[in-house]
């Protein structure tokens, strides 16, 4: 493959200070105020040493009432999302996939951290959003699919889980652990080639040499990374910089921190360098007009932009 | 008028008995099957249903593994690495070593067409935490350990060529790998006892290091009570049924 060096500072834009210093694209036209924007929120402080993570209830404390049991209703849809949930699930993925061990996990966007930062106002939508309208984000775009009802039982089941997660935790206060605390751009820029090299030696034994993923029968048991089984152009990780992050905290998995910044930026590149379900924010059938729109400024991605030849967000079915 | 016999010739008779004498011919292209009861052309490959049970199941009480239906690429992958000593084991290093590799290739593949274990279908129950059963299906991550169904598949299926399956596989076996992927600590002498030398790993086969930092992080309890689990998912009357999601 060619090396499509690509200098970030000159995507990074204000996607990175999302939130603290973008402007409001009051010129475009009314949008689908359910279509969430996937903006991100403002990074995670970190973690001062010798200070634990954040620890939420463990299972021994959902109290056995009815409250508890929509406690692990929420669970189970969380882990099983594809199984339990087919009708809003596009994809092949499950909310445990990017959220590990069960929405848990520091820096792999622990619930715990995220459902105290809501309601939260959006300046790139010019609206608040609720808990629910974020989960609906992740629907419509994580797992390619219909975001279920604001007040379906499925969305108050994850959102009472949600919930149960963050007991005792601060609201409204950013905790570390938060989001994927994305590693810094690496000076000279990221490598896609660089980050095949780095697939083919950690990635490729379970997510496949074409990014498939694997399955036992009809059950997921590795996500695809790009494709149609994949999450969609308009999901948080098709961004680099969130990849990255996600990368470098939790892949290979149980071997989290072991790839260098540069690593994780070459692999994050590469795995989004490949086609997947189009953005279903789609601007009048135009990659162009969509890229403007939704991802110009959303942080280091590449949808609309020409890689090796080819340009990305044709979108696969 | 009952019609009369017809007499066979002779020589049609003669045929069924010149066969077996023709076989020795056919071990040149590595009989799979005729290797596991007989052992290799060098009679130090000792025959593999010696140890692993003349149905491929295994001896699970004295833990040699089941290898009916593993995947072929991971039985021949192990015998690789017996071969090269990236497993270290008394009584298989010596065989792995007599096996040509075509024979390698050949029981590999027999190995794999015998019938997969048949996993229990009875759906998934929450997990009691300490259980052996947590470790399986919800890990540790506090230590970084991932269940183990993450990468073994639902109940323990196998996954692809890398991630054989755990479900009614000996639980000592298990309980063997695990110790064998992490060795023994030194234990610094004391007044009253001597010092132990540490043991390093003697299983360094795993791909990506991803066994070794768990095997090392697993108490020993945690490790019996985890062989325990998947050990007694196996063996019932109906196969797997993939066309079913399993839940987490």
């Known amino acids: ?261 540069q690593e994780a930026w070459d692999v994050a590149a590469y795995i989004n360098s490949h086609e997947r379900p189009q953005d279903p924010r789609l601007v009048n059938g135009s990659i162009d007009e969509t890229r403007k729109r939704y991802h110009a400024d959303d942080g280091v991605n590449l949808y609309g932009v020409v890689v090796n030849g080819k340009k990305l967000g044709q979108g696969v079915q | 008028m009952r019609k009369p016999v017809p007499q066979r010739s002779p020589r049609f008779l003669l045929l069924p008995l010149l066969l077996p004498a023709l076989l020795p011919l056919l071990a040149h292209a590595a009989d799979g099957s005729d290797i596991m009861q007989k052992g290799g052309a060098n009679p130090a490959a000792m025959p593999c249903i010696t140890c692993h049970g003349t149905d491929g199941k295994g001896m699970a009480a004295a833990g040699f593994p089941r290898l009916a239906g593993l995947p072929e690429a991971y039985i021949a992958k192990q015998l690789a690495d017996f071969k090269a000593g990236h497993r270290e084991n008394a009584v298989m290093q010596p065989i792995a070593q007599s096996l040509t590799p075509e024979e390698v290739a050949a029981v590999a593949k027999a190995y794999a067409e015998l019938p997969k274990v048949n996993i229990k279908p009875t759906p998934v129950e929450r997990p009691q935490p300490g259980s052996g059963a947590w470790i399986a299906l919800r890990g540790a991550w506090e230590r970084n350990i991932p269940e183990c169904t993450l990468c073994h598949g639902p109940a323990g299926v196998g996954v692809g060529d890398a991630f054989p399956p755990l479900a009614g596989q000996s639980a000592l076996y298990i309980e063997n790998q695990l110790k064998a992927w992490r060795g023994t600590k030194a234990v610094a002498a004391t007044r009253k006892t001597k010092a132990v030398a540490a043991v390093p790993p003697s299983r360094r086969n795993d791909p990506n290091g991803l066994m070794a930092h768990i095997a090392v992080d697993l108490s020993d309890a945690e490790i019996k009570a985890v062989a325990d689990y998947f050990a007694g998912l196996g063996e019932s009357k109906e196969a797997f049924d993939e066309s079913q999601h399993r839940l987490r």
């Open chain 1, 1 to 261: 493959m060619k090396n499509a060096k690509i200098f970030p500072a000159l995507l990074l834009g204000a996607g990175l200070l999302a939130g603290v210093a973008q402007a409001a694209d009051s010129t475009n036209a009314p949008r689908n105020p359910r279509l969430d924007d996937q903006t991100q929120l403002p990074k995670a402080p970190p973690k001062p040493a010798r200070q634990q993570y954040f620890q939420p209830p463990a299972d021994t404390d959902i109290p056995n009432n009815a409250f508890g049991e929509l406690v692990r209703r929420g669970q189970d849809l969380f882990m099983n999302t594809k199984a339990l949930a087919p009708e809003y699930v596009g994809n092949e993925m499950n909310c445990v996939n990017c959220h590990i061990d069960r929405g848990r996990k520091a820096n792999s966007a622990p619930l715990w951290a995220a459902y105290p930062m809501y309601p939260a106002y959006r300046k790139k939508n010019n609206k608040v959003n609720t808990y629910v309208e974020r989960m609906q984000g992740c629907f419509q775009f994580s797992m390619n699919g219909k975001p279920p009802a604001a007040d379906s039982e499925i969305l108050t089941a994850l959102t009472t889980y949600a919930y149960w997660l963050s007991t005792g935790a601060p609201t409204g206060k950013a905790l570390p652990g938060r989001g994927f605390d994305e590693p810094p751009p690496p000076k000279g820029g990221y490598d896609i080639a660089r980050g095949k090299a780095v697939y083919e030696k950690q990635c490729q034994l379970c997510h496949g040499e074409n990014g498939e993923g694997k399955k036992v029968g009809v059950t997921s048991v590795f996500p695809a990374l790009w494709g149609k089984d994949s999450y969609n152009w308009g999901a948080g990780m098709h961004r680099i910089n969130t990849a990255a992050g996600f990368i470098q905290h939790n892949m290979p998995l149980g071997r989290g921190e072991t790839l260098s910044d």
